[in-house]
């Protein structure tokens, strides 16, 4: 059994609960924002550009632990606060029930892979904070390291093939 000590530990799930509670922070401060400057798409949705689309930013966003998160930073900010407003201008325009009932089905897997992927790009600056604090093993290595990376870039790019598939098939229709 895993017990909390050890998911504090390890760089990749502490990566994971940072990110995620700075993402619903920026979230709530983009839907507090009141900014409501929505422009709505003018381009044809399909499965196979949504997986695209998805996949590219994801790949990115993993791409950022060479940059020590700077690129996850940018996005992080970005897409929270974005979502807030977006989240805000829909309840405003359409109620609760309605943005609830189309947003939901649609976060479900997207949310998580961009949680996941902007994770990835922090990874690095946990890792060091860790081992300066003398807080991770020494049996972590390069190894174990990229072990991880491609099971969670695979975890991602599964996440980002189920958004699509609901996106292209249920939330174009609410």
């Keep these: 059994m895993v017990n909390l000590k050890s998911i504090i530990r390890d760089p990749f799930y502490l990566s994971i609960i940072v990110t995620t509670v700075v993402f619903t922070l920026i979230l709530i401060f983009g839907y507090r924002s009141n900014l409501n400057n929505i422009e709505s798409a003018d381009y044809e949705i399909t499965f196979l550009t949504l997986v695209l689309h998805n996949s590219l ?7 950022g632990l060479l ?3 700077l690129l996850n930073i940018y996005t992080l900010f970005l897409n929270a606060f974005e979502l807030g407003n977006i989240l805000n201008y829909s309840v ?3 109620g609760l029930n309605q943005t609830l009932g ?13 949680i996941i992927s902007l994770s990835l790009g922090f990874v690095p600056i946990c890792f060091i904070i860790l081992k300066s ?38 939330s174009l229709h609410l």
């Design 67 to 69: 940059t020590f998160g």
């Design 57 to 63: 930013l994801s790949l990115l966003n993993i791409v």
């Design 102 to 114: 189309a947003f939901i089905p649609h976060a479900i897997f997207e949310l998580p892979s961009m």
């Design 133 to 170: 604090m003398d807080l991770i093993s020494s049996k972590y290595s390069i190894k174990m390291f990229i072990k991880r990376l491609v099971i969670f870039t695979c975890i991602v790019l599964t996440l980002n093939i189920l958004a699509a598939v609901v996106e292209s098939t249920l």
């Design 92 to 94: 405003n325009t359409n």
